[in-house]
Each structure stands twice: as C-alpha cells, then as structure tokens.
C-alpha cells in the first residue's frame, strides 16, 4: 500500500503541487519541499510547480476581479469579511498589497479578486505577483526542505517510502491546524472591527 502511495507521489505529485497552489497552497508548497529534499521531485521542478501554482492561481482570480465584476461569484466574494479592508488597503498601497496578500491565509481569493476590481494596471499586477510567487515558493519550498533536513536528522539515515509519507501527512495536519487557528483569530478579529464600526 505504501509502495503504491509512493509510486503515486512520484508519478503525479509535481502536477497535484501545482494544483494545489491555485488557491491557498501553503501546506502543498511545504510538502512539496519536503519531497524536493527526499529527491522524490527535482528541487527546481517543485520550485517552478509551486511557482507557477501561485502565479496562475492569483492571476485567475485578479481576472475574476477585473472582467467578471458583475457576476454572482464575484458579489458574494465581496460580502466576505475583510472585504471592505483589503480593497482600502489595495486602494492606499497597491504595490504593498499585491506583494503581501497572499501571506495572509485565506485571504487569496479574496485578496485576488479586490486587486482585480480596484484600479491598477494589469501589467503592474504581474509584475508584483510574479515576483511575490517567486518569494513564496522559495519560502514555503524552503520551509519542506528543512523539514526534511530535521527528519533525517531525528532518524540518523535517509528517511524510508513509509517514513517519508507519515512525515508529510504530519507535515499536513500540522500546518493545516496552524492556518485555521490563525484564519478563525483573524477572522474574528476583522468581525470585531466590523462590528465596533457598525
């Protein structure tokens, strides 16, 4: 079974590492490294993967912002809360903002779509959001890495096929439970404010 889990993550694993990082992509592009680090996938392989994951994914959104803007999506994603702020923020510093948006879990979407309706120039969004995704994916790649490095560290040898897929799925459930608990203290947060404005 794990031989077969294995041989999966070989196959396809650099197509699902691309897929995953349409959207938030964070745990992805963490495991992605880890696997770059076990030569599972060739390290530039899964930087351009996360890279190119990132890029596509908030340029979609970007355009479903910009040319959608009267769709049923698009209304409902501008009910979302936060909203009100992040378009504030990309109206007050567009560089700043289209730099920094997607380090903010579950803000992507949202964050892609605002950037879309406001005013700046498509040519400056992705120059901005390429250069964001590039530092992106050398972070969060980097991040896999190193998780890798302590694993073969805390074992003393190569890490073997078992080992390696337990490692990711606690890699996984580790930062999955990290970027919920911060998404529910920064949405109650922004819930706050709205409320106190309100």
């Known amino acids: 079974m794990t031989e077969t889990l294995h041989q999966f993550v070989e196959h396809y694993g650099l197509m699902a590492v691309f897929l995953g990082c349409l959207a938030e992509g964070e745990t992805v592009a963490i495991l992605g490294g880890f696997f770059a680090h076990q030569h599972v996938f060739a390290l530039w392989q899964t930087l351009l993967a996360v890279f190119a994951g990132a890029f596509a994914g908030d340029t979609a959104f970007f355009a479903l912002g910009r040319s959608f803007a009267q769709t049923g999506l698009v209304r409902r994603i501008s009910r979302k809360p936060g909203f009100d702020r992040a378009r504030q923020l990309v109206t007050d510093h567009p560089n700043i903002y289209v730099l920094s948006n997607r380090y903010i879990y579950g803000m992507r979407i949202l964050g892609g779509v605002v950037a879309g309706l406001s005013g700046i120039a498509t040519a400056r969004f992705l120059v901005l959001n390429a250069i964001s995704a590039a530092v992106w994916a050398t972070l969060f790649c980097g991040f896999g890495y190193l998780f890798g490095l302590g694993a073969e560290q805390i074992v003393g040898r190569a890490l073997l096929h078992h080992e390696r897929l337990l490692v990711a ?29 309100g």
């Open 169 to 197: 799925f606690a890699i996984g459930v580790i930062v999955m439970a990290a970027a919920i608990a911060i998404a529910r203290h920064l949405l109650g947060r922004e819930k706050a404010r709205e409320h106190r404005a």
